[in-house]
């Protein structure tokens, strides 16, 4: 990749020399990428600059300009590189293309609970291989399920918007249990203007897990070829 930097060749020579003197390891892609994610973990999207990345990886910031562009760039590979699909690779051919599905999607969710900077960059970048493999794979699930392909763009997107939208949800409802009760309290005090969703409990319900297999599951009746 140095090989498209604007005066790349003039400059190997001192960069060898400062690997050689520095304690920390040589930079490399693949270092910035998990430094870039980690700082990305720790302080969100805002918090990723050049210079903070430099920082910590114990360089100084033109040196990542050999190994990357800018940081929309480095974006680009640390959302790549958390939404890599570690499930099978090669397709079973199985009668469960539900559990495959529901794995699938379930792994995608925990991925960006894991990392929530990703859930608000997806929808803002290019799509990278990772995210593409996984939507590949999906595609040819419910396709060999019986998905038919005039129906196929919209299973998807039904599908994405699910994992986006319960993603952002549940990583951004920061809410205690006191603050969930005491809501609940309010709300049962209003019950005669909303009397459904005081019955239900809605505030109390903090079963993000299940709501979301369950939920999954009531798309997935919706998705699955009528017999």
Known sequence: ???????????????????????????????????????????????????????????GAMSLYWHVDNKEEVFDLALDSVLAYRGPQ??????????EVVHMLEDWRAIMLR???SASLLPRRALGPSILGRLELLSKTLSRAGVADADLNVALWSLWNYVMGATITRASFDVSDDDRAAAQQRLTRLSERYPTIER????????????????????LDGVAPKQ
């Open 1 to 59: 990749m140095a090989a498209k930097r604007s005066g790349a060749q003039g400059k190997r020579p001192q960069r060898a020399s400062v690997s050689l003197q520095s304690a920390e390891p040589p930079l490399s892609l693949e270092r910035i990428v998990a430094t870039a994610v980690d700082l990305l973990d720790a302080q969100g999207v805002d918090g990723l600059t050049m210079r903070r990345l430099a920082d910590r990886l114990g360089s």
């Open 90 to 99: 090669q397709l079973v051919e199985t009668q469960d293309w539900r559990g």
């Open 115 to 117: 990392h929530p900077w």
């Open 200 to 219: 239900s409990r809605l505030l109390l319900d903090s079963d993000w897990d299940g709501a979301f297999r369950k939920g999954l599951g009531f798309l």
